[in-house]
């Protein structure tokens, strides 16, 4: 197998798992938005609601570039469990600051996922997917932000 070959897999993998990350992800959010309690309900629960739709608009456009590379995506939810990096979480009674602790390490590990995903897209040549990666990267840092914000730091 070539360096390019190698480098494509390795695109499409990556791809793959950045892909599992945000269905994920997406769930844990909206899991929060729906379970949120206290006295910074209505800030939380917007918050919250307005990172999950941003997440999700992600979703078809990570799963479309690997189809552009002529490769499968995940089928299943078996398939977005074997992929993840996100740590499922089914306890609905969470503080609010453990809900934002949470989101804020899952979208600070997405970011370094994001960030080593970029040197594969460069290995393989694909200047769109190099170029999309940059965007998800900055949104995903901003999802960083806000919540660190929200965590007083």
């Known amino acids: 197998m070539s ?3 190698n480098s ?3 695109l499409i ?3 793959n798992s950045l892909l599992a990350d945000h269905l994920a992800l997406y769930w844990k959010t909206k899991n929060f938005h729906w379970h949120i309690v206290g006295p910074r309900f209505r800030d939380l629960h917007l918050l919250f609601d307005e990172q999950a739709i941003e997440i999700r608009d992600q979703i078809d456009a990570i799963a479309e570039r690997v189809r552009k590379q002529d490769a ?8 977005v469990a074997k992929h993840t990096k996100i ?7 969470l503080s609010p600051d453990a809900m934002l602790q949470e989101l804020h390490d899952d979208n600070a590990g997405m ?3 994001l960030k080593e995903l ?3 897209a460069e290995a393989a040549g694909d200047n769109a997917t190099d170029g999309l990666i940059d965007d998800w990267t900055d949104l995903a840092e901003e999802r960083v932000w806000f919540l660190k914000s929200q ?3």
Do not use: C, F, P
């Open 3 to 5: 360096n390019t070959d």
């Open 8 to 10: 494509k897999t390795a």
């Open 13 to 15: 993998d990556g791809l």
């Open 72 to 79: 499968k995506t995940l089928t299943s939810i078996a398939s």
């Open 87 to 93: 740590v499922d979480q089914d306890d609905t009674a």
């Open 111 to 113: 970011v370094k996922r």
């Open 118 to 120: 970029k040197t594969h």
């Open 151 to 153: 965590l007083g730091g």
